[in-house]
């Protein structure tokens, strides 16, 4: 009867913990403050279960603290307590209410696991996006739209988007806490998971899994953005490239940079494309531009990548002959490159 | 000389106990780096790449160098005491399993001084440990080291399976045996079954590495998701290798310290034989975000859901061991009081990471980081602080001091809760693990800087576990037989230390808990089961370690592309064996007027 009372104090404060927790950490970031229905659907999932789990900790603390307090051995004590065999009943009582707490919290754990498994490859209606991870950037390729871009996924608020998920080296995972859980991106195999972005807003994207030298700085952005603006966005994008104004520098940027990168239609593909960078949050997922310029960041960023991204694969700017007024000229460039959208 | 040549399975314990601690103070010392590295966003102390190597060797170090072997520690000094046996089953092996075991640790941890540092996480998934991303001799060290190191292991798990099984004293059933022996004989069939597992993957990540074999190298048709299976399924029963002990501790020492026989002794065990069996069931848990599929996730989910069930079984039987008895507050007790709650935050948590569509938000940050360490320190290693102290009278005759002991716990204590509790909610607040750092202003920051706060204090409280040991030593060899008066088992009926053979006369259990029901019929020693006699011992021999100097020897060779250095050290390791097969040794006898004399470690 007296644990009861202690019971019934707590679990207010226990709902309210809850309550709390859902409150907490950043809209953009945290997995408590979940900004779509999959991360809503997973905190439910981790509000029941922290829930279950909160009260079998009370139960326990609770038996424990009273036994050491009722039980404690007093001086000189040499009494011989009663050597208790066990207790069938106790035994099934334990036995049986953890497997009730176990059904509650296995139906909708199973029901969210087929939920959540749902395949939209071949909808129609859902943006098809194949995501490549490379130490340490992210590749993101509209495959229905015929566009590529890299840090920075843009999405329309009104659609499912259905990600295909690969690997162009190592084991990475994608993983955008407060939209939705992650998944593997694994070398070989193709995982395929989708995620939705009922609200507008920049959310903080990270990979998960240890990927070498610079994982804990793979980050991204995925861009949540009106279904017009999403539209002219995509339009921008498959427009033709803006290329430097003046002629040397474009023929400097041509040859030293787009041998790996690309803007629009024109260079290569083994480096993030760079088609509207100067819009960008950040550059190289890391430097962010409210902090610093673009300029600033950018300039920064191409005089020495591995001082800001250790293993990151391209050349300081010395290493790839430019002059550090080529440095700053492409740098403006890209930073003044922006789509409107 | 006499510490390198015995095969007496108490000294072993200790050369256990000595490098054990060794390994846990390295181990140790790389946490704090860890911490320290990570005490505020975008610190330098360390770089990305030194940290990389950190966090491997921390986990690398701690789960096979400090923790197995801690335990291995204590079912030596133990087990054959407790089932009232005159050594293990086989001696040399013993032996053979410490020095594989150190060896393998030595080279591992030689990677340091080498300058190339197994980096690729101490899962070692590959590519990231393929030949192709790390292309240095560290992922050689973590293969050819944790491969030598296993062979300690798995000769351990054999020997000790077969010591419980033949060399119980007589009348000791197999529902008599007292908890931690039950836990040590699950245990070893656990490693039994498991380390071949990783046996075998360690055979063929060193034939990617060493020889561009293509078993997971996904160009040429292998696969990375393999190594994913068979670490794990060697993994996930490493886990319950772990805990499992420190359950059997637990019951020893609460049942002890409260006076009373352990609360449902039947369901205990139990409990554990199917807590053992489940944890083989349960690897993919750790790859809910693989991409297997629905199916095999939902499976997985419920199946490692259950094993809350018998571990549920087991906290309330501790419990109700406690319920009722008269409790002293030792050190030992402290420890394992600690561990009952400590344990459960543990188990819930891990019960949350169980619910797959909810691990896609926990997998791979500070919550799992947070429930692992809360089920490995606040369980094994609470499970090992309490053991130590519990037996440590036993082991070498000297009680240990209480006051340092109560400081040893609460320092470490407080510091682990404060270390670790707040990590849960790094991980929800959506910090990835094992990032080298973190960008400022994402809300880490101040949990972070308690974290780090928190594993000094349990430096703090290791220093002075330490310093405990080294006054005890200066004090005389005066611990009872009975040192904590309340003894139930076997161990606690001959003099501490116990005098090589053991048992001069091998005692007839006559029920569960054989000690205490003799003293409570007011018995003051055990009813013998054969008369004084000549007592058959082993004999001591330096062939174990210099079987293991030919495998360190050879797996250097191996690793630098020496072909003829690697020959020369298996030569050496075959040459013994042929030695050893060739001669007989039929060891030597005490006989009855030299068995007062011989007390000795």
Redesign the interface.
């Known amino acids: 009867m007296n644990r009861w009372h202690v019971m019934k104090r707590l679990l207010p404060l226990l709902t309210g913990l809850v309550l709390l927790?859902s409150a907490?950490?950043?809209e953009d970031?945290?997995?408590?403050n979940p900004q779509g229905p999959v991360?809503e659907?997973?905190?439910d999932?981790?509000k029941l279960?922290?829930g279950?789990?909160a009260l079998?900790?009370v139960v326990?603390?609770a038996?424990?603290i009273y036994?050491?307090i009722r039980?404690?051995?007093r001086a000189g004590?040499k009494?011989?307590?009663?050597?208790?065999?066990?207790?069938h009943t106790?035994?099934i009582i334990?036995?049986v209410i953890?497997?009730v707490l176990?059904v509650i919290?296995?139906v909708p754990?199973?029901n969210?696991?087929?939920?959540?498994?749902k395949d939209y490859s071949k909808d129609k209606n859902a943006v098809q996006v194949k995501v490549t991870a490379h130490q340490y950037w992210w590749e993101f390729e509209y495959t229905d739209l015929g566009i590529t871009t890299a840090q920075e996924l843009i999405v329309p608020t009104d659609k499912v988007i259905s990600f295909e998920?690969v690997s162009a080296?190592?084991?990475h995972?994608f993983?955008i806490?407060?939209i939705?859980?992650?998944?593997?991106t694994?070398?070989?195999?193709t995982?395929?998971m989708f995620l939705e972005f009922p609200k507008e807003g920049v959310f903080?994207g990270?990979?998960?899994?240890?990927?070498?030298?610079?994982?804990?700085?793979m980050?991204f952005k995925a861009k949540a953005v009106s279904p017009e603006s999403f539209a002219r966005w995509v339009s921008a994008m498959k427009a033709p490239a803006v290329m430097p104004a003046d002629a040397e520098i474009a023929e400097k940027f041509t040859s030293q940079c787009l041998s790996c990168h690309a803007v629009g239609e024109n260079g290569g593909s083994g480096a993030p494309n760079l088609t509207g960078i100067g819009g960008r949050q950040t550059v190289g997922g890391?430097l962010y531009n409210d902090e610093a310029t673009a300029e600033q960041n950018l300039h920064d960023w191409i005089t020495d990548p591995q001082k800001y991204k250790?293993?990151a694969a391209m050349p300081k700017a010395l290493d790839n002959s430019l002059t550090p007024e080529e440095v700053a000229s492409i740098s403006k460039y890209l930073a003044e490159y922006k789509l409107d959208y | 000389m006499d510490w390198l040549t015995t095969v007496d399975h108490k000294k072993i314990g200790i050369l256990y106990l000595i490098a054990g601690l060794f390994f846990f103070l390295i181990g140790g010392l790389e946490a704090i780096l860890i911490r320290v590295q990570l005490m505020k966003p975008m610190n330098d102390v360390v770089?990305?790449?030194t940290f990389?190597e950190l966090i491997t060797m921390h986990g690398t170090t701690m789960i096979f160098l400090a923790a197995m072997p801690l335990l291995f520690a204590l079912m030596n000094a133990v087990i054959p005491l407790q089932i009232g046996a005159r050594d293990v089953a086989f001696p040399f092996l013993n032996s053979l399993g410490f020095w594989t075991f150190f060896f393998g640790g030595l080279l591992l941890n030689l990677s340091w001084f080498a300058g190339t540092v197994p980096d690729?996480?101490w899962t070692s998934?590959v590519?990231?440990a393929g030949p192709n991303?790390s292309s240095g001799h560290g992922v050689d060290y973590y293969v050819i080291g944790l491969q030598i190191a296993g062979i300690g292991t798995l000769l351990g798990g054999i020997n000790f399976m077969a010591t419980i099984i033949n060399m119980r004293a007589p009348g000791l059933s197999f529902m008599r045996l007292p908890m931690f022996t039950w836990a040590i004989f699950i245990t070893s069939a656990l490693i039994v079954f498991a380390f071949p597992a990783l046996t075998v993957g360690l055979v063929a990540l060193m034939f990617d590495r060493l020889f561009q074999a293509n078993f997971f190298e996904?160009?040429n048709g292998g696969?990375?998701?393999l190594w994913e299976h068979i670490f794990w399924v060697f993994g996930h029963p490493e886990v319950y290798i772990l805990i499992v002990p420190a359950f059997g501790i637990i019951s020893e020492v609460v049942s002890t310290f409260?006076?009373?026989?352990l609360?449902?002794?039947?369901?205990m065990v139990f409990a554990t034989v199917l807590i053992a069996f489940l944890g083989f069931m349960v690897w993919a848990h750790h790859m809910f975000?693989?991409?297997l599929?629905?199916v095999a996730?939902?499976l997985f989910?419920?199946a490692t859901?259950?094993i809350?069930?018998p571990t549920?079984?087991k906290?309330?039987?501790w419990?109700?061991t406690?319920?009722?008895?008269?409790?002293?507050?030792t050190t030992a007790n402290l420890f394992a009081?600690g561990f009952?709650?400590t344990f459960?935050?543990g188990g819930?948590?891990g019960?949350?990471l169980a619910?797959?569509?909810?691990?896609?938000?926990y997998?791979?940050?500070y919550f799992v980081v947070a429930h692992f360490h809360y089920v490995i320190v606040g369980g094994l290693i609470f499970g090992i602080f309490a053991g130590m102290h519990y037996w440590w009278p036993k082991m070498f005759g000297r009680m240990l001091n209480e006051t340092i002991g109560k400081i040893t716990f609460w320092t470490f204590f407080i510091g682990f809760h404060l270390t670790f509790f707040i990590q849960h909610?790094l991980g929800?607040?959506?910090m990835?693990?094992?990032?080298?750092?973190?960008?400022g202003g994402?809300?880490y920051d101040d949990m972070n800087l308690i974290s780090t706060i928190g594993a000094f204090f349990m430096g703090i409280g290791t220093i002075a576990f330490l310093l405990n040991i080294f006054i005890t030593w200066a004090k005389p060899r005066n611990a009872a037989a009975d040192a904590w008066e309340d003894g139930r088992s076997l161990e606690w009926t001959i003099p501490s230390p116990p005098p090589e053979y053991n048992f001069k006369q091998v005692p007839l259990v006559r029920g569960y808990d054989a000690w205490w029901k003799e003293k409570?019929e007011g018995k003051t020693a055990m009813t013998p089961s054969e008369p004084v006699g000549s007592i058959h011992m082993p004999s001591p021999s330096i062939l174990p370690l210099i079987m293991s100097i030919g495998l360190f020897i050879a797996g250097f060779g191996f690793m630098y592309d020496r072909l003829i250095i690697g020959g020369i050290g298996l030569a050496i390791t075959l040459g013994c064996m042929v030695v050893r097969s060739l001669i007989d040794d039929h060891g030597f006898h005490i006989e009855p007027e030299d068995q007062d004399e011989g007390v000795k470690a």
């Open positions: 927790l907490c950490g950043r970031l945290s997995t408590l991360a659907k997973q905190l999932l981790m279960s922290i279950i789990m079998v900790v326990v603390f038996i424990c036994v050491l039980f404690r051995r004590d009494t011989i307590p009663k050597q208790v065999e066990g207790n106790l035994e334990w036995t953890p497997l176990l919290l296995g754990t199973i969210d696991v087929f939920g959540l498994a998920l080296d190592v084991k995972s993983w806490p407060s939705g859980g992650k998944m593997d694994n070398p070989g195999v995982n395929r903080r990270k990979c998960a899994e240890l990927c070498g030298t610079s994982h804990a700085l980050d890391i250790v293993g | 770089s990305s790449d990389n690729a996480g998934y590519p990231l991303y996904v160009g696969s990375g998701v409260s006076r009373k026989r609360f449902g002794y039947s369901s975000t693989t991409g599929g629905p996730n939902g989910s419920i859901m259950l809350a069930v549920g079984v906290i309330f039987n419990l109700f406690l319920w009722g008895g008269s409790i002293k507050f009081i009952i709650p459960v935050m819930v948590t019960v949350m619910s797959a569509p909810a691990d896609y938000q997998h791979d940050t909610f929800l607040l959506g990835p693990r094992r990032v080298y750092t973190y960008l994402q809300g409570m």
